[in-house]
């Protein structure tokens, strides 16, 4: 590499156009400029995160009781899922860079191999994320959210385990007139309702001893700081009259894991992130089919390869931060 | 670019003959580093929960430096930027680093004092 910028051989070709002193064509250069535009547009994200969460940060969820699924399997497997996430982005990344090597040797069926693969490969990443926010969205144990919006979740004392509000609410009969469409000009449908009412969960909770309540404050000090504050029976006893509404899942407006922003959060970065992935892989075909009609063969240089290639490896870098910021820290 | 890559990772120490290698080599590195991050994540060691550097845990240094390395690998060899022109390589790098450096500053130290306002300050948020 020379440490020089070269202009060219006379005074004329400097500004005669051409040049290319940063040793990059106009594409490539182009983007990797959108990819630093959108590198700060991530940041933002997460940065806006770590304000929330600084803001917050005693009573923050704790990333790790809350993704805990795998599919097809039942049990509690923090962490487990995400990683093969992150494998199979970083894979799919060495796929796509084995594609841009393959371009640089003329290999057109390699090209061809590889670029499957990549696709294939984000395929099953923006299908695991779908699979991650209908998981998220439908929630496991379900709490009570009191009037100033704080979520109070159950723990079950004998098993130390928490407790889902099917474990102990008591069903109590009662008659409930659904609003219908024909009752109101401007009413289209309820919407969801979680499974038990207030008085369900109340009464249940009552007729239970050892349920207790666990707050969303994080312990400070002692052998258990880092841990959610677990209350006494009779501390929960008195935190439950607190109670207003029953909470499974997430929305954007409130979610059963905690924080309202923490749901928020989670929906606009993996969701813009999911974005990036699923449009990536829509860029991919498109060059995919182009190397199969043999338009880069033609043209004699993969160098559009190379530059989807950029796009994509960005993906998986930006994974990378939103892995380490959303589920490990 | 195909006749004038770097073949070297770790400042040398680990030289590949071709360009092929270097990136399974790479993969096989980034592998074991998401590994040990996931294993700490689960296994959360007592002793790096509960000491601090600068204010923070020292689990969540490890992690923020082991995603900035994961980072680096894949902006330098999965993105070609080992092979770019120096000037091309610094102005893509420096120019968000200085920028987010700056923003985070700003965010977290503005979100540290809202959360001493909630806590010292005449606000009721519990309840």
Do not use: C
Not at chain 1, 249 to 275: C, K, M, P, Q, W
Not at chain 2, 19 to 32: A, D, P, Y
């Amino acid at each position: 590499m020379d440490s020089t910028v070269t202009t060219g051989t006379g005074e004329e070709n400097v500004w005669g156009g051409g040049n290319q002193p940063l040793g990059a064509s106009y594409g490539k250069m182009m983007m990797w400029f959108f990819i630093v535009s959108d590198a700060l547009t991530f940041s933002g994200f997460l940065a806006a995160y770590g304000f929330s969460r600084f803001k917050f940060i005693e009573t923050w969820p704790i990333a790790d009781e809350v993704f805990t699924h795998v599919p097809f399997f039942h049990g509690n497997y923090p962490m487990i899922y995400v990683a093969f996430m992150t494998f199979i982005l970083i894979m799919s990344s060495v796929t796509m860079v084995l594609a841009v090597d393959a371009g640089h040797k003329m290999k057109q069926n390699a090209v061809i191999w590889y670029m499957f693969l990549t696709i294939i490969g984000g395929a099953i990443f923006v299908g695991s994320q779908a699979w991650e926010w209908a998981t998220f969205i439908k929630g496991d144990y379900g709490a009570i959210e009191t009037k100033g919006g704080r979520i109070l979740q159950f723990v079950d004392a004998e098993t130390g385990e928490r407790a889902a509000l099917a474990d102990f609410s008591k069903i109590i009969p009662s008659e409930r007139t659904e609003h219908e469409r024909k009752n109101g000009v401007w009413f289209y449908d309820e919407g969801s309702r979680p499974s038990f009412s207030l008085d369900e969960v109340r009464e249940g909770f009552l007729a239970n001893p050892s349920i207790l309540i666990r707050t969303e404050a994080i312990l400070q000090e002692g052998e258990k700081s880092g841990e959610k504050t677990l209350l006494t029976r009779e501390q929960s006893l008195e935190k439950i009259k607190d109670g207003k509404i029953v909470v499974q899942g997430a929305n954007l407006v409130r979610n059963e894991y905690g924080s309202r922003l923490f749901a928020d959060f989670f929906f606009f970065i993996t969701g813009f992130h999911g974005f990036h992935v699923f449009s990536g892989v829509v860029i991919n075909v498109i060059i995919f089919f182009n190397v199969i009609l043999g338009t880069y063969e033609r043209r004699g240089h993969y160098e559009m390869v190379e530059k989807v290639g950029l796009y994509w490896h960005f993906v998986d870098l930006v994974w990378v931060f939103v892995f380490t910021f959303f589920y490990l820290v | 670019m195909a006749h004038d890559q770097k073949l070297e990772i770790f400042r040398g120490l680990l030289k590949f003959k071709s360009n092929t290698q270097k990136i399974w080599g790479v993969l096989i590195f980034l592998s074991i580093v998401t590994a040990v991050e996931v294993v700490l994540g689960i296994y959360k060691p007592h002793a790096l929960t509960h000491s601090y550097f600068l204010g923070m845990k020292l689990l969540n240094w490890i992690f923020i430096i082991l995603t900035l390395v994961k980072a680096y690998y894949i902006a330098w060899d999965f993105m070609h930027l080992r092979d770019e022109k120096t000037a091309l390589r610094r102005a893509i790098v420096w120019t968000p680093i200085f920028l987010v450096a700056y923003l985070v500053f700003i965010l977290l130290f503005e979100a540290d004092y809202v959360y001493n306002v909630y806590k010292d300050g005449f606000i009721k948020w519990n309840f």
